[in-house]
Nanobody, 120 residues
Framework: QVQVVESGGGLVQAGGSLRLSCRAS????????VGWYRQAPGKQRELVAT???????NYADSVKGRFTISRDNAKNTVLLQMNSLKPEDTTVYYC??????????????WGRGTQVTVSS
């Protein structure tokens, strides 16, 4: 089994920064792509940023130039540095880790999310 835990959310003023962390643990051979998503109440979950095992990144247009995704393979951790935050960035952020699990094989695993609140 693979466990995914997000951390780093909180309350920040508009223009401020937060750094989210996504850490995977459990029984797996490797971690493939990792993605950060967000979902506001009553809305569909949307992609924020992804990073492949090789370090290639992709961002939603709404966060390009403000957010940076990176990974530390030795720590099984992916970070999302969020700068110039806006009130519309307020929501719960989720991490999805695609891992080669020992028992379940290759699949995606979700964390429980971390709340980000940006005040105006």
């Amino acid at each position: 089994q693979v466990q995914v835990v997000e951390s780093g959310g909180g309350l920040v003023q508009a223009g401020g920064s937060l750094r989210l962390s996504c850490r995977a643990s459990g029984s797996f051979y490797s971690i493939n792509a990792v993605g950060w998503y967000r979902q506001a109440p009553g809305k569909q979950r949307e992609l924020v940023a992804t990073i492949t095992s090789g370090g290639s990144t992709n961002y939603a247009d709404s966060v390009k130039g403000r957010f940076t995704i990176s990974r530390d393979n030795a720590k099984n951790t992916v970070l999302l540095q969020m700068n110039s935050l806006k009130p519309e960035d307020t929501t719960v952020y989720y991490c999805n880790v695609n891992a080669d699990a020992v028992v379940a094989g290759t699949k995606g695993y979700w964390g429980r999310g971390t709340q980000v609140t940006v005040s105006s």
